[in-house]
């Protein structure tokens, strides 16, 4: 599966009543950042390589945060991440992020599943880490 090919698939496909904007964003590599209906307000953002699809959603930057509680984030954190579905929670650069990654083998299905569950988790962290925000 390659950008194109996932950018064709989703484009006319529904998964789990949800539907998918896909946006191609020019760069190196390329990009594709993919809105899913109920939960515009967390694109996520997709690559693909020879190993791996992955998929990441940004959560706050470090500026956001209130800095007195930043030890309490990083455990609540790392304790949310286990239970977690299919997802998984990191930092890129200054960036929060949430993100899963799937075999460059996956199907469709398994691809929407991804996307549609990774951007409700992110809605779901960005309301339980609230407080910590400065």
Do not use: W
């Amino acid at each position: 599966m390659d950008t194109q090919t996932l950018t064709l698939a989703l484009g006319d496909a529904t998964h789990a009543g949800r539907t998918f904007d896909v946006m191609p964003i020019a760069g190196d590599e390329p990009v594709l950042q993919v809105t899913v209906s109920g939960a515009e307000e967390t694109p996520v953002y997709v690559t693909v390589t020879d190993t791996q699809i992955l998929c990441l959603a940004y959560l706050f930057d470090e500026q956001e945060l209130n800095p007195e509680r930043l030890n309490e984030l990083h455990e609540n954190m790392l304790r949310i991440s286990v239970p977690m579905p299919l997802s998984s929670l990191g930092k890129t650069g200054q960036h929060y992020v949430v993100y899963g990654a799937l075999s460059p083998a996956s199907g469709s299905a398994e691809i929407m599943q991804e996307l549609v569950t990774l951007a409700e988790n992110a809605i779901d962290l960005l309301q339980t880490f609230e407080d910590y925000l400065a």
